[in-house]
Structure formats: C-alpha cells, structure tokens
C-alpha cells in the first residue's frame, strides 16, 4: 500500500500539490473561505431563531390592537395603567421603589 501511494504522489506530484495548494487556498485564504462560511450560516441561524420570535410578537400585539380598538373601556383601562393617564379633575398615585421603577413593571 505504502509503495503504490508514493507512487501515485510520485508520479503526480503536480496534480497532488495543486490539489493541496486549492484545497489550503479555499479554506483559509479565499473571501469566501470555509471558516467564514461557517460564521455566516451560524449568524443566519441565528437570525432565523430572531425571525420566529419577533413573528410570535407581532402576533401579540396585533391581538392586543384587536382587543384595544374594539372597545373604549378597554382603550381607557390601557392608557390609565400603561401612560399613566387621568380624568379632569382626578389624582393619580404613581407607586415606585428607591431605583425609581414602577412597582408594577417590576
């Protein structure tokens, strides 16, 4: 075995160091190498993951809208408890912690 594969890279030795020479070229050196290639389709593997999430999310929000400009009730509820609204003439009592955060974010 040893003798016929010393003969081969023997006999082509050019065709076996071009081979070689490529396949080094390819892998570290090219713009486009192997180990970059790598990064990128874990990034987009990355990305994709990103994609379903944000999806999921809008589909939240978007039931949320649905529910909110179905009613004024609704519509009110929200803005008193999310921007901290009130009617003419009433007091709202905003409850934070010592850092200054809403009790009820927390």
Do not use: P
């Not at 192997?34 to 990305?47: E, G, N, P, S, V």
């Not at 901290?84 to 009433?90: A, C, D, S, T």
């Amino acid at each position: 075995m040893k003798n016929t594969l010393f003969d081969f890279f023997g006999r082509y030795k050019f065709y076996a160091s071009t081979s070689l020479f490529l396949l080094v070229w390819l892998v570290f050196f090219d713009h486009a190498n192997l180990i970059d290639q790598y990064k990128l389709w874990a990034k987009c593997r990355d990305f994709e993951s990103k994609v379903t999430y944000y999806e999921a999310e809008l589909k939240k929000v978007k039931k949320e809208k649905k529910e909110l400009l179905g009613s004024t009730v609704a519509l009110e509820t929200f803005a008193r408890e999310k921007y901290l609204m009130k009617k003419e003439g009433e007091t709202v009592f905003v409850l934070v912690n010592e850092n200054g955060e809403l009790l009820e974010e927390i």
